[in-house]
């Protein structure tokens, strides 16, 4: 597995230390946070903007129809603050009226920018007509869906998708061509199909298409990126104009200070200690407590805890009490010797990039 800690760290691509807008809002850098369900929510979101480096975080994908139903558990995934911009909320759905009444709802709300999930392979989503199946209509529908949001608000919209359904309709850059035209300010490409889930390998010439099918907006790279040599081979490959990271961002919450750092000075400069590590996890832990009450929030952390367990080489038993943590009185409890202690002899950033985060398996089908 390649890190940052690979020896020889590749050049900078220089252009990426021009400022880059999406719309009328100019990012502090060219890397964004990718949404991933479940886990790029508000107490994630603040953690990861605290240390610097981030250009833009997108919420997890949430419902359209629910926004307008005002259904609490969807609004409970639009919380936010002051500390939490430029923030682009991300919406999915089939039914045109519904994606544009969500779209004016959040612009009121506050959101900077609203971005549309069109690579989403999980049966829920794909049912109602929303995610990759959005990339099945090359007839007009789906255009005309994204026509509708574009026009209902005056922030930027954007488009997150996949190549296409599966290899033999690789229709993103035939969507791209024509979002750019009705008013889309950038696009996100995750380089695999629908069909290839979280399998087999990022599609770089598929991305480059894209990239080359538009004129202006920009696209952003993504898939699999987890270090800065993996940054620089999507850049060069593809010329795309800013990458998204997902689970690389989980890992190594670090990763958009250490590539900013990169690009202005060709060095990644300082990597996350131990207990830079320990410290961002209570933070992570207390923030989910705040956002959804320390019995739930607790439950939330166990979500989280293995890839921390595992980054900071925290041995089995913790992984254990974790997995049945009340509170937090009790994490520190159970941390308490590890701030005393330090890292294990031999403790290295490699163990934690190396901490895998669980992709949905199986056939898509029954996803
Ligand atoms: C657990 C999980 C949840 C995800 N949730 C979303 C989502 O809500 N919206 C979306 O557009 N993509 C979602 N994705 C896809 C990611 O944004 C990203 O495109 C994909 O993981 C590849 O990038 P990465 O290798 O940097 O993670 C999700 C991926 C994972 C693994």
Not at 2 to 29: C, D, K, M, Q, W
Not at 122 to 132: E, M, P, Y
Not at 344 to 350: F, G, L, V
Request: proline residues 7%; glycine residues 10%; charged residues 20%.
């Amino acid at each position: 597995m390649p890190t940052l800690l690979s020896p020889t760290i590749p050049a900078a691509p220089l252009f990426y230390r021009e400022p880059l807008r999406i719309g009328n809002v100019t990012l502090a850098s060219r890397f964004t946070l990718a949404p991933l369900a479940g886990y790029t929510n508000y107490p994630f979101r603040r953690s990861v903007r605290e240390i610097p480096g981030v250009g833009l975080c997108t919420t997890d994908l949430v419902n359209a129809r629910a926004i307008l139903e005002g259904s609490k558990r969807t609004l409970d995934l639009l919380v936010t603050g002051p500390d939490d911009r430029p923030l682009s909320v991300q919406i999915f759905g089939g039914v045109p009226e519904e994606m544009a009444g969500a779209a004016k709802w959040l612009e009121d709300y506050g959101a900077t920018m609203i971005d549309i999930n069109m690579g989403c392979p999980v049966r829920k989503v794909v049912r109602v007509g929303g995610g990759s199946a959005m990339m099945c209509d090359t007839s007009g529908g789906t255009v005309k869906l994204v026509q509708r949001v574009v026009d209902a608000v005056k922030i930027p919209v954007t488009v997150k998708m996949r190549l296409g359904w599966d290899d033999a309709n690789l229709t993103a850059p035939v969507f791209a061509r024509e979002f750019e035209q009705i008013g889309v300010a950038a696009l996100t490409i995750h380089g695999r199909t629908r069909e290839q889930g979280f399998g087999g390998i990022v599609n770089h010439d598929g991305i480059r298409a894209v990239v080359e099918a538009v004129d202006k907006i920009p696209i952003f790279g993504n898939g699999d990126v987890r270090s800065l040599k993996d940054a620089k081979q999507l850049i060069d490959n593809t010329g795309c104009h800013g990458v998204a990271i997902g689970r690389g961002a989980l890992s190594n919450p670090w990763f958009f200070r250490q590539l900013d750092s990169w690009i202005q000075t060709g060095d990644p400069g300082e990597r996350a200690t131990y207990s830079d590590r320990l410290h961002f996890m209570r933070t992570h832990l207390v923030r989910l407590c705040d956002w959804r009450g320390e019995a739930f929030g607790c439950a939330m952390f166990r979500k989280v805890a293995s890839w921390y367990t595992k980054a900071l080489r925290l041995p089995k038993n913790i992984q254990h009490r974790f997995n049945l943590l009340k509170s937090i009185a009790e994490f520190d409890e159970l941390l308490e010797p590890f701030h005393d202690d330090g890292p294990p002899a031999d403790w290295s950033e490699w163990d934690a990039t190396s901490a895998e985060i669980p992709v949905p398996v199986g056939p898509n089908a029954h996803w």
